[in-house]
Each structure stands twice: as C-alpha cells, then as structure tokens.
C-alpha cells in the first residue's frame, strides 16, 4: 500500500508561481510513474505532465513552457514547479502515482487547491 502526502498549492497572483510536491510513503513498492493531474469545477480530471522513471516527460500543451515536473533520485517524490500562472490553471491539483511492485496499481493523492486570481 502507498500513501501520497501532498503540499503547496494556494492562491497566487495572474504572473505568479506555485510550487507542488507529492511524497510516496509506505514498504516495497516500485513507481513507474508519477504526475499531476487537475479538475476544475464542472470540467474532467486531466493530465497536467507526467514523468516515468527512466525520465521521460509529458505537458499538457496548456501548461508546456510554463510547469516542470522533477522528482528525487528515488523516485518517491514528485515536484511540480508553477511558473506563469493564469486563471484558468485554476483547479483541484492530484498526485498520481503508479507501481508495478507488488502489484500494478494505481494511486491517488486527496488533491490541493491552487487558486490563480487577482
């Protein structure tokens, strides 16, 4: 079992930047994948970028330029640095996480808030 912990988030300034991490706690598991996902009101969770443990990357096309996801040589926690925020990056912000030890499944962080608005 794998619990996600996440942090940041909050209100911030059209311009301004936010920074979200996600720590994966728990005992012998492996992640394949980590991301970030987000919902706003009335609209479908969808990915914001992802990343896979050899490195390789995904950006919604909204936020390229914009977000970098990283995480720690230990893949367990995943940042995701907010720079040049707009209203419409508004949302509900998800930790998503992916193992494949011991078992394929996926996990979910309860969300965080961000709020971009003057």
């Known amino acids: 079992q794998v619990h996600l912990v996440e942090s940041g988030g909050g209100l911030a300034l059209p311009g301004g930047s936010l920074r979200l991490s996600c720590g994966a706690f728990g005992s012998d598991f492996a992640i394949t994948d980590m991301g970030w996902y987000r919902q706003a009101p009335g609209k479908e969770r969808t990915a914001v970028a992802t990343?896979?443990?050899?490195?390789?990357?995904h950006y919604a096309d909204s936020v390229k330029g914009r977000f970098t996801i990283s995480t720690n040589t230990a893949f367990t926690t995943v940042n995701l640095q907010m720079n040049s925020l707009k209203p419409e990056d508004t949302a509900v912000y998800y930790c998503y996480v992916k193992t494949d030890f011991p078992s394929i499944q996926d996990y979910w962080g309860h969300g965080t808030q961000v709020t971009v608005s003057s």
């Open positions: 990343i896979t443990e050899r490195g390789d990357t």
